[in-house]
Structures are given as C-alpha cells and as structure tokens.
Antibody, heavy 120, light 108 residues
C-alpha cells in the first residue's frame, strides 16, 4: 500500500523559513517523480513543484521560484520542500504526491497534507 | 501557461441521477488529462488519467471522455459517497501542471 506522510507544517512569521518533509512507503521511491501541491482551505488546488525520480530535474510554479526548493533523498525515501521568504499568500495545506512516471505526469497518490500558516 | 476551466462551479444532482462535468483547456493537452475527487477533510484521489482510463479501484460509474481541449467526467447513478469536489488537471505541458477550479457536486 502506498503511503505518503507529510510533516513540518507550523505557524511561521512572514519572511521566515520552513522545511516540509514527506515520508514515502509502499513503492519503489526512486522510480518515480514527486510533486508538491497546495490548497488554501476552502479553495482549489495549486501545483507547486515537481522533482524527477533521480532529483536531477526540478520545476516550480512562478510564484515560488527563487524562494522554494524541492529535493529528495532516495536513500531515505523522503521528499522535501524548503520554503524561504515566506509570505501570507503561502498559507495553505501542502500535499506531497507520487507522480505516475520518472519525469512527472498525473498525481497517482496523495498524502494527507501538512498545514503551513504564515502570520505575524 | 495552460488554463483549465471547469463548469459548472456547482452541480446539484439527486442520488441515482447522472452528473456531467466539463473541463476545457486553453490549448490542446492531447489526452494528458486527469480527474480527481476530493471529499471534505480528505486529500484528493485520482479517478481518471489519460482522459478516459479509470485509476485502480475506481468504480465503473465514473467515466472520462474527450481530447484536445474539451473533456467530460460523467458519473452515472450518483451515490451518496460521490458528492464531492472534482478537479481536472493537465499534464501535457508543464510547468506548471495546472488544475481547473473545481466542480462541486452537491445533493439536490
């Protein structure tokens, strides 16, 4: 059974930093790309970032480029999102998701999310 | 960036009836279109990929169709557990992997 468990969401002040983690199990982690998607409570889904299976390719939505960094540790079956220079508009529930292929594609399985609140 | 537009925003349907949800892309996404279901307090769940292929464990009452810029998700004989928000997402040209704004299927 595929399991994705996010952690690291907290309340942080504007301008602050945070690292989210996603622990994966139930599949061969280094065979698949991974996504981060966020959702403001009560609103729609926004794709945030994607990393290829080997970590060699990364992609971001424009609104987080230069502030967020996606990474992975295949030896630990873990995905990360380093979030810097946080803004109020980054407040959301952050999901990690398993991609369908080594490079990306649709989001096959999702975690339950971790809540990031940016507020003073 | 490819913009995904879903309609209607809310669909009121009686249990046992059919629901038809639409998703339009601002440019062709071929068949690289997925549908997700999200219930309150839960993470989204993959329903359909490749525009028409049901994901593992998804009942046959869910079907997807379309290609290019126009797509449809049909739910026949709605059950209580099908009342939820449905999102389409294109994965043909990225970044970004864009989602539609969602359609809420509510009980009439």
């Amino acid at each position: 059974e595929v399991q994705l468990v996010e952690s690291g969401g907290v309340v942080v002040q504007p301008g602050g930093s945070l690292r989210l983690s996603c622990a994966a199990s139930g599949f061969i982690f280094d065979d698949y790309a991974m996504h981060w998607v966020r959702q403001v409570p009560g609103k729609g889904l926004e794709w945030v970032s994607l990393i290829s299976s080997d970590g060699g390719s990364t992609y971001y939505v424009d609104s987080v480029k230069g502030r967020f960094t996606i990474s992975r540790d295949n030896s630990k079956n873990s995905l990360y999102l380093q979030m810097n220079s946080l803004r109020a508009e980054d407040t959301a529930l952050y999901y990690c998701a398993k991609a369908a292929t080594v490079l990306g594609g649709y989001l096959e399985y999702w975690g339950q999310g971790t809540l990031v609140t940016v507020s003073s | 960036e490819i913009v995904m537009t879903q309609s209607p925003a809310t669909l009121s349907v009686s249990p046992g009836e059919r629901a038809t949800l639409s998703c339009r892309a601002s440019q062709s996404v071929s068949s690289n279109l997925a549908w997700y279901q999200q219930k309150p307090g839960q993470a989204p769940r993959l329903l359909i990929y490749g525009a028409s292929t049901r994901a593992t464990g998804i009942p046959a009452r869910f079907s997807g169709s379309g290609s290019g810029t126009e797509f449809t998700l049909t739910i026949t004989s709605l059950r209580s557990e099908d009342f939820a928000v449905y999102y389409c997402q294109q994965y043909n040209k990225w970044p970004p992997n864009t989602f539609g704004g969602g359609t809420k299927v509510e009980i009439k």
